[in-house]
């Protein structure tokens, strides 16, 4: 006689394995996106560095090659001792309006460009005053010199944004002339800024920081079609 009895294939075993797969699939997918979320940040952290070397630069040059000549025509008495234009003699007067000039040329591109401030206590331009979270923030950077730089993703609105924060040098004797005693400074200052704001700092002191925030959502967008690429690719794998 015949056995007509079925045997019946234990299926708990591939279940199993089936939900150890889809586990498997999600963490995997997971540090991807990951991996190139932290890969397009710090890629956005270096190209924010090499503007701040060119910013560092041009300041540079307005300390060096600038002032000092203006410096020079006065003790020429070509010019007044009581001249002062910041569209010469201003580091960041001069690095602003670079930066806004250079931001209206990216927008003209449609690309996404990074959104430039500068926070000071008691700025001599209203714009740059610091609200005050950004006051704390300074004060951070007064109270602890090891602390160069911040930078942290913050939701604006529901969008991502990179922000960066770094202090400004140190006020030291040269920064005196315009930002010391407003009685020793150049006349045309105190009549264009008032004898209030941005004077009587002292030495050592950091009295402003720059910050730079980056809207993500154009770039996380990329890395989000690249990672529902591979996706699709592993679970393709993983189902066959």
Known sequence: MQNNTKHQINKKPLYITGGLLLVFYLVIISIIYQEIKTSVIDQKLIDLKQHLLFQESLRSYVDEELKPLVYRLQD?????????????VSGTFI???????????????NLTSWKYRLAAKTPRNPINQATAKELELLAQFNNDRT?????????????ETL??????????????????????????????????NGFNEKL???????????????????AYNTVVKISLLILILLGV
């Open 76 to 88: 020429e008495q070509i010019l007044s001792k009581d001249y002062f234009d910041p569209h010469i």
């Open 95 to 109: 690095a602003r309006h670079v930066y806004q000039n250079y931001a209206a040329k990216i927008a003209e591109t």
């Open 147 to 159: 602390f160069k730089e911040l930078y942290t993703i913050e939701k604006i609105n529901g969008k």
């Open 163 to 196: 922000f960066y924060a770094a202090p400004m040098q140190e006020t030291n004797g040269k920064c005196l002339r315009c930002h010391g005693d407003p009685s020793t400074s150049p006349a045309e200052l105190v009549e264009r800024y008032g004898s209030i």
């Open 204 to 222: 050592g002191e950091i009295r402003a920081f720059i910050s730079y925030r980056f809207d993500l959502t154009k770039s996380l967008a990329s």
